[in-house]
């Protein structure tokens, strides 16, 4: 079964503060592919990253990073020097060896910040 | 415009109605799916197309629940007999191709069953 914790409901940091959003997941597949999407309030899911199990190495992406450690089973996401900008509800999903076809994503955490 | 564009963006029915909600994906996009987001939730997957057809319909929570695609492009989802837990946000996606990586999501389509 395929199961994805994000355990912050919502976070909140004053602008150009550091934060990080956690993800820990759970799959029986030995493939598997990591995802972080962005929803902001006008509800449309925005891409940030795709990571496949093998791939553990971290990715930085601007003001993003990522750090994927399988021994923890974690996808960790951090924002740095955050912006008003970045407020939004961060999902984590996961999907099988098929890719993105069947995504699970968790109960993503909202992020606010403060100016 | 160039996304995922999704119709209606809201409606209101009444229990035990029919409805269709419509998804125009990305001109050129082969795959298609289907989620439904809860209040608080995350999305679930309902469906997904590869061209005209379904390749994975294992998230469709029963019978009443049905999408066609029958040009490979524009998809409808119909719900039979609505009920009140129906309520929800229902999201389009759309890839340029199976296992692309990235999917485009539309603004979805806000149901509300009274």
């Known amino acids: 079964a395929q199961k994805v914790t994000q355990a912050q409901t919502e976070i909140s940091v004053v602008e150009k503060e550091d934060v990080t959003l956690d993800c820990v997941y759970e799959?029986?597949?030995?493939?598997?592919?990591l995802f972080w999407y962005k929803q902001p309030p006008s509800g449309e899911l925005v891409f940030l990253i795709r990571r496949n199990s093998f791939d553990e190495q971290n990715e930085i992406s601007g003001r993003y990073s990522w750090n994927f450690q399988k021994s923890t089973s974690s996808f960790n996401f951090t924002i740095t020097a955050s912006q008003v900008v970045d407020s939004a509800v961060y999902f984590c999903?996961?999907?099988?060896?098929?890719?993105?076809?069947?995504?699970?994503f968790g109960t993503g955490t909202r992020l606010t910040v403060i100016p | 415009g160039a996304g995922v564009s999704q119709t209606p963006s809201n409606k209101v029915t009444e229990k035990g109605k029919y409805v269709e909600l419509r998804c125009d994906p990305i001109?050129?996009?082969?795959?298609l799916y289907w989620y439904r987001q809860s209040l608080g939730q995350g999305p679930e997957f309902l469906i997904y197309?590869?061209?005209?057809?379904?390749?994975?319909d294992s998230g469709l929570p029963n019978d009443r629940f049905f999408a066609v695609r029958p040009e490979g492009s524009v998809s409808t989802l119909k719900i039979q007999r609505t009920e009140r837990g129906d309520s929800a946000v229902y999201l389009c996606a759309s890839s340029e191709y199976r296992d692309a990586g990235e999917l485009f999501f539309g603004e979805g389509s806000r149901l509300t069953v009274l």
């Open positions: 001109s050129g996009h082969t795959a």
């Open positions: 999903a996961l999907s099988g060896a098929t890719g993105a076809n069947n995504l699970f």
């Open positions: 197309f590869q061209g005209t057809g379904a390749a994975d």
């Open positions: 799959t029986r597949d030995t493939t598997y592919y």
